[in-house]
């Protein structure tokens, strides 16, 4: 089908959708079910009511009505075997099926497969009486016709963007069978219903992405899925470059992933699930909340399929979710700019120096002021990393927006935290990330930078001036570094399942009752309260018991879970180890004293008693460096181990390697003695081959000359025999010419001939009946309507039905009369249609005229009189004026009737 025109095949379904109904009938609502709908689209519960309601004030619902008639698919064989047991005849002809409506009972278990109009039969269901519970059905046979009736939408629900979604696919041969009309019928449908061209462009957009459309595709045996489809947010999407092995391509390998294991990978279990079975299932999770379990007890018999420890996930989440990473992206692009064809993910990568290269050790960070070891390879190493920055993320991105660049003087939008840019810049530094950008942010202190600002802020710099404004800020720097973080009993140990209890200030929590946000963004209150809590050894702890309501932090969980994924190659029970030192926050605070102590040794000589305090500090920051030193020292130990066993290995390997060449030498040795001998018999068989080959040259020759001779003679003989067929097909060829310039002249003559009957016909019209018809309609009555001739009494009245239709083949007008006074109301009629300008014409395309129509039409048995309308009568009323003229001519008659058709 992909071959034929769009024009041919919209043609044809129409041919075939004329011709080949199968007919029309009353059929039981219980038979009835709608396969089709149920793939793509849910029962809407206010469309529903809406009919209902229109249903009631109408005092009924009309199903005998074209437009309101269902069509059906079914098997031919199977409809006649039903006709045949219900004991019932049907016509084929439309308008004797539009008259039958013959209620027909199929036999119990039986159900028609119904291609549009579910939302109206379940309103009748609900609204009709027991003895009423019936619609009209159309049944069809064909498989073309079906994609067309099934994606009609007469007065129908408009298709939404998971529709579209997969109608396209289904035609462009991803889905099922390729079919490139049906295809930009779709893609037509989208730029209609579209107030722009967004959504179709943004269609084409993903079809060309190599990895999103894949993974949208993976969803075609789950067709209800594609009911949380969002055309319109798919740019966002694609421009948040996280589409590597984890982020959003890892959710939607999840979402399908699930919906497999919980369906055990069978397909046509799969096609049954409804967008109404989607709506109720996802964001729910009953095997953590109570609430959720009761509530879906009555669909999943004890919650054994769908007790799932996540959110149940599904597009519609999927898409909600790109608003809850899209802040923690854009923070992340503020350590690294992906270059064109990059993601964050390889960006970050190539920025990688790994510093647990020789240790094999990576930090978790467990809470702010709490770090742990875990021994890993590299890959894994980098994945801990990368998911350490985007909690970091996820936690303050909301004191790290994006920044914005403003060419006029508006008011400024939020700025960033500079100790939070600076914490999350540092952690990356320490985690082994080397790029431009994490180095222009670590280099500058952000305390200095809060001090500088805060004394320019408290007076104004055009109205006042510091004596001394570098040491007014090492005094401003040191009171902010006297700040001693919160402990970790004060701040992070919050029990998993107990974080709606009291917010973090120990006062109630007058939020409490508010259910958090399943998906999307989550509330500012829930956001603050689960900030402790988002770590990576918290979010891969289990918390096993269901609880009574669903939590924020579950929510945040299952959507870290979602995007990155339950594995992350480490033992979070088992594998860590604390640090000895305090945190990564309270090393950064020791350089930072170090720093601007060095920048302000003049001020605190002048201070006695801050002076021992200071080197106090100092020796404890030399204690540090000296345990670090130590550490640095053991794995500069256990590196050079490793380096001697490497080097004791390669010795091994290269001896191994020397005795190996000796062999391998040796070999060749031989092989060379083998070669030159092989040589030496090769060069005396060469000698000998060449003497035979010149005796077979020689003998050879002579068989040759022989062969040569008998072919040579051979191709002469049928050289000869080709001049000859040459020379007659020549002949044939001027024989032909001359009678194609005989049938020229012939035509030219013709031509001639019609040009004068087209002039005469002209000439008639002017001048004769239908000439007269456009004057005034009386005087094309003849003198059969003013006879005064009474019919014979005696004489039986038969009945007769003359048919008046349109070219279309629909019945413009019907009259019934008797034969014995037949002629009048045909002609009455006749006159009313030629005063319209129309041609009247036999089932030959012979014109008629208002007193012979009738006589011509019962002559013939056709009972049928064609109307053309006045654009067409001239052309008609020629052939039937040239008719009349040759009406003795056979010959001239046939030739007109060519140029008709």
Same mark, same amino acid.
Request: with cysteine.
């Given at each position: 089908?992909?071959?034929?025109?769009?024009?041919?095949?919209?043609?044809?379904?129409?041919?075939?959708?004329?011709?080949?109904?199968?007919?029309?009938?009353?059929?039981?609502?219980?038979?009835?079910?709608?396969?089709?709908?149920?793939?793509?689209?849910?029962?809407?519960?206010?469309?529903?009511?809406?009919?209902?309601?229109?249903?009631?004030?109408?005092?009924?619902?009309?199903?005998?009505?074209?437009?309101?008639?269902?069509?059906?698919?079914?098997?031919?064989?199977?409809?006649?075997?039903?006709?045949?047991?219900?004991?019932?005849?049907?016509?084929?002809?439309?308008?004797?099926?539009?008259?039958?409506?013959?209620?027909?009972?199929?036999?119990?278990?039986?159900?028609?497969?119904?291609?549009?109009?579910?939302?109206?039969?379940?309103?009748?269901?609900?609204?009709?009486?027991?003895?009423?519970?019936?619609?009209?059905?159309?049944?069809?046979?064909?498989?073309?016709?079906?994609?067309?009736?099934?994606?009609?939408?007469?007065?129908?629900?408009?298709?939404?963007?998971?529709?579209?979604?997969?109608?396209?696919?289904?035609?462009?041969?991803?889905?099922?069978?390729?079919?490139?009309?049906?295809?930009?019928?779709?893609?037509?449908?989208?730029?209609?219903?579209?107030?722009?061209?967004?959504?179709?462009?943004?269609?084409?957009?993903?079809?060309?992405?190599?990895?999103?459309?894949?993974?949208?595709?993976?969803?075609?045996?789950?067709?209800?899925?594609?009911?949380?489809?969002?055309?319109?947010?798919?740019?966002?999407?694609?421009?948040?470059?996280?589409?590597?092995?984890?982020?959003?391509?890892?959710?939607?390998?999840?979402?399908?992933?699930?919906?497999?294991?919980?369906?055990?990978?069978?397909?046509?279990?799969?096609?049954?699930?409804?967008?109404?079975?989607?709506?109720?299932?996802?964001?729910?999770?009953?095997?953590?909340?109570?609430?959720?379990?009761?509530?879906?007890?009555?669909?999943?018999?004890?919650?054994?399929?769908?007790?799932?420890?996540?959110?149940?996930?599904?597009?519609?989440?999927?898409?909600?979710?790109?608003?809850?990473?899209?802040?923690?992206?854009?923070?992340?692009?503020?350590?690294?700019?992906?270059?064109?064809?990059?993601?964050?993910?390889?960006?970050?990568?190539?920025?990688?120096?790994?510093?647990?290269?020789?240790?094999?050790?990576?930090?978790?960070?467990?809470?702010?002021?709490?770090?742990?070891?875990?021994?890993?390879?590299?890959?894994?190493?980098?994945?801990?990393?990368?998911?350490?920055?985007?909690?970091?993320?996820?936690?303050?991105?909301?004191?790290?927006?994006?920044?914005?660049?403003?060419?006029?003087?508006?008011?400024?939008?939020?700025?960033?935290?500079?100790?939070?840019?600076?914490?999350?810049?540092?952690?990356?530094?320490?985690?082994?990330?080397?790029?431009?950008?994490?180095?222009?942010?670590?280099?500058?202190?952000?305390?200095?930078?809060?001090?500088?600002?805060?004394?320019?802020?408290?007076?104004?710099?055009?109205?006042?001036?510091?004596?001394?404004?570098?040491?007014?800020?090492?005094?401003?720097?040191?009171?902010?570094?006297?700040?001693?973080?919160?402990?970790?009993?004060?701040?992070?140990?919050?029990?998993?399942?107990?974080?709606?209890?009291?917010?973090?200030?120990?006062?109630?929590?007058?939020?409490?009752?508010?259910?958090?946000?399943?998906?999307?963004?989550?509330?500012?209150?829930?956001?603050?309260?689960?900030?402790?809590?988002?770590?990576?050894?918290?979010?891969?702890?289990?918390?096993?018991?269901?609880?009574?309501?669903?939590?924020?932090?579950?929510?945040?969980?299952?959507?870290?879970?979602?995007?990155?994924?339950?594995?992350?190659?480490?033992?979070?029970?088992?594998?860590?180890?604390?640090?000895?030192?305090?945190?990564?926050?309270?090393?950064?605070?020791?350089?930072?004293?170090?720093?601007?102590?060095?920048?302000?040794?003049?001020?605190?000589?002048? *201070?006695?008693?801050?002076?021992?305090?200071?080197?106090?500090?100092?020796?404890?920051?030399?204690?540090?460096?000296?345990?670090?030193?130590?550490?640095?020292?053991?794995?500069?130990?256990?590196?050079?181990?490793?380096? *001697?066993?490497e080097q004791q290995d390669q010795e091994t390997r290269l001896k191994d390697l020397e005795r190996i060449i000796s062999q391998k030498e040796e070999i060749l040795k031989s092989l060379q003695v083998s070669v030159d001998k092989r040589k030496h018999d090769l060069a005396s068989q060469t000698v000998?081959?060449?003497?035979?080959?010149?005796?077979?040259?020689?003998?050879?020759?002579?068989?040759?000359?022989?062969?040569?001779?008998?072919?040579?003679?051979?191709?002469?003989?049928?050289?000869?025999?080709?001049?000859?067929?040459?020379?007659?097909?020549?002949?044939?060829?001027?024989?032909?010419?001359?009678?194609? *310039?005989?049938?020229?002249?012939?035509?030219?003559?013709?031509?001639?001939?019609?040009?004068?009957?087209?002039?005469?016909?002209?000439?008639?019209?002017?001048?004769?009946?239908?000439?007269?018809?456009?004057?005034?309609?009386?005087?094309?009555?003849?003198?059969?309507?003013?006879?005064?001739?009474?019919?014979?009494?005696?004489?039986?009245?038969?009945?007769?039905?003359?048919?008046?239709?349109?070219?279309?083949?629909?019945?413009?007008?019907?009259?019934?009369?008797?034969?014995?006074?037949?002629?009048?109301?045909?002609?009455?009629?006749?006159?009313?249609?030629?005063?319209?300008?129309?041609?009247?014409?036999?089932?030959?395309?012979?014109?008629?005229?208002?007193?012979?129509?009738?006589?011509?039409?019962?002559?013939?048995?056709?009972?049928?009189?064609?109307?053309?309308?006045?654009?067409?009568?001239?052309?008609?009323?020629?052939? *039937?004026?040239?008719?009349?003229?040759?009406?003795?001519?056979?010959?001239?008659?046939?030739?007109?009737?060519?140029?008709?058709?």
């Open positions: 089908m992909s071959n034929i025109k769009p024009n041919t095949l919209s043609q044809r379904i129409e041919e075939e959708r004329a011709l080949k109904q199968l007919g029309t009938a009353r059929v039981n609502l219980s038979f009835l079910e709608f396969p089709h709908s149920d793939q793509l689209q849910q029962t809407k519960k206010a469309n529903v009511d809406r009919l209902k309601r229109l249903f009631r004030v109408e005092g009924g619902c009309r199903p005998d009505d074209l437009a309101n008639r269902i069509p059906a698919i079914i098997d031919e064989g199977q409809w006649q075997q039903y006709l045949s047991e219900s004991d019932t005849s049907m016509n084929h002809e439309p308008e004797n099926v539009i008259s039958t409506h013959t209620k027909i009972d199929f036999p119990p278990g039986f159900r028609l497969q119904c291609l549009r109009g579910r939302h109206r039969v379940e309103a009748a269901r609900q609204v009709l009486p027991d003895r009423d519970q019936w619609w009209t059905v159309d049944f069809y046979p064909s498989g073309e016709l079906k994609c067309t009736l099934i994606d009609e939408y007469t007065n129908e629900i408009k298709p939404d963007d998971g529709e579209f979604y997969y109608k396209i696919r289904e035609y462009q041969g991803l889905f099922g069978r390729k079919t490139p009309y049906f295809e930009k019928r779709w893609w037509g449908r989208l730029a209609a219903v579209s107030t722009s061209h967004n959504k179709k462009e943004r269609l084409e957009q993903l079809f060309r992405n190599v990895h999103f459309a894949p993974a949208f595709d993976a969803f075609q045996h789950i067709p209800a899925l594609y009911g949380g489809m969002r055309l319109s947010t798919l740019n966002k999407m694609i421009s948040m470059k996280c589409h590597e092995s984890q982020e959003l391509l890892a959710a939607l390998r999840f979402i399908r992933n699930f919906y497999y294991d919980v369906f055990e990978n069978d397909q046509s279990m799969m096609q049954r699930l409804s967008r109404t079975d989607i709506e109720h299932l996802q964001l729910t999770a009953p095997g953590a909340c109570e609430r959720d379990f009761q509530d879906l007890n009555y669909r999943v018999k004890g919650g054994k399929i769908l007790a799932a420890f996540s959110a149940m996930p599904s597009l519609h989440a999927f898409f909600e979710n790109l608003k809850y990473l899209k802040g923690p992206a854009d923070c992340m692009k503020r350590l690294v700019r992906p270059k064109r064809g990059e993601t964050i993910q390889s960006a970050l990568w190539n920025a990688f120096a790994d510093p647990g290269l020789r240790s094999g050790k990576c930090v978790i960070q467990g809470s702010r002021s709490t770090f742990f070891f875990a021994k890993a390879d590299t890959n894994t190493r980098f994945s801990l990393s990368y998911r350490q920055l985007w909690l970091n993320a996820i936690r303050d991105y909301r004191d790290m927006p994006k920044p914005v660049c403003q060419k006029l003087a508006n008011p400024k939008n939020g700025e960033a935290n500079e100790t939070v840019l600076y914490e999350f810049a540092s952690l990356a530094d320490k985690l082994g990330l080397e790029t431009q950008e994490i180095h222009d942010l670590v280099e500058h202190d952000p305390d200095e930078k809060i001090a500088r600002r805060l004394l320019r802020t408290a007076r104004d710099p055009s109205q006042y001036r510091y004596k001394d404004f570098k040491g007014c800020v090492g005094r401003l720097v040191e009171i902010i570094h006297e700040a001693e973080p919160l402990g970790d009993e004060n701040h992070d140990d919050v029990e998993v399942g107990d974080d709606n209890n009291d917010n973090l200030h120990g006062e109630p929590n007058l939020q409490e009752e508010r259910a958090p946000n399943r998906c999307g963004i989550l509330n500012d209150a829930d956001q603050v309260r689960d900030r402790p809590l988002m770590y990576l050894p918290k979010l891969h702890y289990s918390t096993g018991a269901r609880q009574a309501e669903l939590t924020s932090f579950f929510v945040q969980k299952s959507l870290y879970l979602f995007f990155f994924g339950k594995d992350a190659g480490i033992d979070f029970e088992k594998d860590l180890e604390q640090v000895s030192s305090d945190g990564l926050k309270d090393l950064m605070h020791r350089e930072q004293l170090l720093n601007s102590t060095e920048r302000s040794s003049d001020n605190r000589n002048q *201070e006695g008693d801050n002076l021992q305090d200071e080197q106090v500090e100092i020796g404890q920051d030399s204690i540090a460096r000296l345990d670090d030193a130590k550490r640095e020292l053991e794995a500069v130990e256990v590196s050079i181990q490793l380096k *001697e066993t000998d081959f060449q003497q035979v080959w010149a005796r077979n040259i020689v003998q050879n020759a002579n068989n040759v000359d022989e062969g040569w001779q008998a072919k040579l003679d051979q191709f002469t003989k049928q050289e000869q025999e080709w001049r000859a067929k040459i020379a007659q097909l020549a002949r044939e060829e001027q024989q032909k010419q001359k009678t194609v *310039e005989e049938l020229k002249a012939m035509e030219h003559t013709e031509r001639a001939k019609l040009q004068e009957l087209e002039n005469e016909k002209k000439r008639l019209i002017e001048n004769q009946t239908l000439g007269t018809v456009r004057l005034g309609q009386k005087s094309l009555i003849p003198e059969e309507l003013n006879s005064t001739n009474e019919p014979d009494e005696q004489s039986p009245s038969k009945a007769v039905h003359i048919r008046f239709m349109q070219r279309c083949w629909a019945v413009l007008h019907e009259v019934v009369v008797d034969q014995i006074d037949s002629t009048k109301e045909v002609q009455r009629v006749g006159i009313k249609l030629m005063g319209k300008q129309m041609g009247l014409f036999d089932s030959e395309m012979r014109a008629l005229t208002v007193y012979n129509c009738f006589q011509r039409v019962t002559k013939t048995g056709s009972n049928t009189i064609f109307v053309i309308p006045g654009w067409e009568v001239d052309r008609t009323a020629n052939i *039937e004026q040239l008719a009349e003229y040759d009406e003795q001519s056979g010959q001239k008659k046939a030739m007109l009737k060519r140029i008709w058709d």
